[in-house]
């Protein structure tokens, strides 16, 4: 398989890629892409628009046979120091999302720390992780970050972080902090 990879600020995603007719077979676009309109890249919900090298974040293309071609740490990137966005674990390690990227961040973390986990952010928080997310409602001028934890625990080291990150303040972690 090949897939189209590009950069973002919060790691390096992918994208299914077709150059030719014998790649679709078997594939839902197979009667709607038509050779003219290829080579494409195609997202796993039945979405695709036809590629181009110098689209948006381009950053390559590779062969794989793997069903995920990026690691975890590539896709979201882990203790970066532009970090606004993700999970924290226990330890303190951040990994990076976007505004909409926590679910597949989660899933990607289950499968590499908790391969049996049938719901990742559950699971993730159950083992203590705490989940930062924009608190944005619409309204308000800026957006600002929610920090969540399932457990209503913090560990010394997510404090640390927290503190590093400037969200030390935040009415959550003061809440959590204070229900120690």
């Known amino acids: ?16 890629y077709y150059d030719n007719m014998k790649e679709l ?21 039945g979405g695709y628009y036809r590629f181009s090298p110098e689209d948006c974040n381009f950053s ?31 330890e303190g390690d951040t990994y990076s999302c976007d505004y909409t990227g926590h679910q597949r961040c989660a899933e990607m973390i289950a499968r590499k720390f908790y391969p049996s986990a049938k719901y990742p952010e559950r699971t993730l928080g159950r083992a203590g992780w705490i989940k930062i997310i924009d608190s944005w409602d619409g309204i308000q001028r800026e957006h600002g970050k929610f ?9 010394e080291s997510q404090k640390n972080t927290l503190f590093d990150l400037g969200l030390y303040d935040n009415p959550e972690v003061k809440e959590l902090i204070k229900n120690e």
């Open 1 to 16: 398989m090949k897939f189209v990879i590009y950069k973002s600020e919060t790691g390096f995603y992918y994208y299914r």
């Open 25 to 45: 077979e078997g594939n839902v676009l197979e009667n709607i892409v038509t050779p003219d309109r290829l080579p494409i890249v195609a997202d796993d919900k």
């Open 60 to 90: 390559g293309i590779i062969e794989t046979d793997s069903e995920y071609p990026l690691e975890l740490e590539k896709m979201f990137f882990k203790n970066d120091v532009n970090f606004r966005l993700g999970w924290i674990s226990p």
């Open 147 to 155: 920090v969540y934890s399932l457990t209503g625990r913090i560990t």
